[in-house]
């Protein structure tokens, strides 16, 4: 299957600073990129959905100029949490989609977000 | 969103045995729907697909079942094995995003 990098993969910051999270597809153009955010034994929940060269779609409740997501190119998309703290701390994901509305969807292995 | 952030549900089975999930949605207009198996730290992995105009698909050693009408799909793994142990979700796709359902907690026990 398609294969889907996230780095890094563990991260620790400092209450107040920025973290970004980079998503790429390894082996095919994603043209819709979602990311997702997850608390320990819980569901996955979306947060937003990025196409191509246009601005993010955010889900209710999720605050834009929190959570920046930029989808500059083909098989790059980054998630900045700006200024963290500590309820931001999650497991976050990624997933892209290569083509059709109906297409699946292929996801990264997670970053794992520690504020302190 | 649709996605749900409950607690697991956990499943326990014996080695060898067959494991049923089931999981609820909530969109009678999804049209798309995926199983997938996420192990401990890691991302989601995809199992099986399913399309609406369909009832039932089968893989190696799993098979989905839809039933429509009351907005029910199912997970079946045949002789289970403990590299089975993990989380199983549903997504269903509405529009242009998936949602996940609440998850499946799998054990598997030797």
């Known amino acids: 299957g398609a294969v889907v990098s996230q780095h890094p993969s563990r991260v620790i910051c400092k209450s107040g600073t920025s973290v970004k999270i980079e998503c790429r597809s390894l082996?095919?153009?994603?043209?819709?990129m979602f990311w997702y955010r997850q608390f320990p034994k819980q569901s996955l929940m979306l947060m937003a959905t990025?196409?191509?060269?246009?601005?993010?779609?955010?889900e209710q409740g999720v605050e834009k100029d929190k959570f920046l997501i930029n989808h500059a190119s083909l098989t790059l998309s980054t998630l900045t949490v700006t200024s963290a703290h500590p309820e931001d701390s999650s497991f976050y994901i990624c997933?892209?989609?290569?083509?059709?509305?109906?297409?699946?969807?292929?996801f990264g292995p997670g970053t794992r977000l520690l504020v302190l | 969103g649709e996605s749900v952030g409950l607690h697991l549900p956990t499943l326990s089975v014996q080695e060898g045995d067959n494991s049923i999930i089931n999981c609820a949605y909530s969109?009678?207009?999804?049209?798309?729907f995926i199983w997938y198996k996420q192990e401990s730290g890691k991302g989601p992995q995809f199992i099986i697909d399913?399309?609406?105009?369909?009832d039932k698909r089968q893989g190696q050693r799993v098979t989905v079942l839809l039933n429509k009408t009351v907005k029910h799909l199912s997970l079946q793994i045949a002789a289970t094995q403990p590299g089975d142990s993990a989380v199983y979700f549903c997504?269903?796709?509405?529009?242009?995003?998936?949602?996940f359902g609440t998850g499946t907690s799998l054990t598997v026990i030797p």
């Open positions: 997933s892209a989609r290569e083509g059709a509305p109906r297409g699946t969807q292929y």
């Open positions: 082996d095919f153009q994603a043209t819709t």
């Open positions: 990025s196409n191509e060269g246009s601005k993010a779609t955010y």
């Open positions: 969109n009678s207009a999804s049209d798309y």
């Open positions: 399913i399309r609406s105009n369909m």
């Open positions: 997504a269903e796709n509405t529009g242009n995003q998936f949602y």
